[in-house]
Nanobody
Framework: QVQVVESGGGLVQPGGSLRLSCAAS????????MGWYRQAPGNQRELVAF???????MYTDSVKGRFTISRDSAKDTVYLQMSNLKPEDTAVYYC????????WGQGTQVTVSS
């Protein structure tokens, strides 16, 4: 079973930036469509962005122009560069395939607050 480990979260002021990383183990070299998801307290988990095996990308409207998803397939790693962060971006961020195949990792907390 593939395991994912998310990292890079933290506390940042509004307007700040963070870069999240997602490392997948034992994917056996298969290049999946990968997504970043987030879950804020009291909310359902939502898809924020995804990147296909051909590096096409999609973003939910609320993060367009601010977030950039990318991947390093040789390292089985997916990144989420987040800029101009807003308090409403506060959530636990997870990565997984899209659609979801793997078990969820622990996620990484992003808190945007002054």
């Amino acid at each position: 079973q593939v395991q994912v480990v998310e990292s890079g979260g933290g506390l940042v002021q509004p307007g700040g930036s963070l870069r999240l990383s997602c490392a997948a183990s034992r994917s056996n070299g298969v290049i999946y469509t990968m997504g970043w998801y987030r879950q804020a307290p009291g909310n359902q988990r939502e898809l924020v962005a995804f990147i296909t095996s051909g590096d096409s990308t999609m973003y939910t409207d609320s993060v367009k122009g601010r977030f950039t998803i990318s991947r390093d397939s040789a390292k089985d790693t997916v990144y989420l560069q987040m800029s101009n962060l807003k308090p409403e971006d506060t959530a636990v961020y997870y990565c997984n395939t899209h659609p979801i195949i793997w078990n969820w990792g622990q996620g990484t907390q992003v808190t945007v607050s002054s």
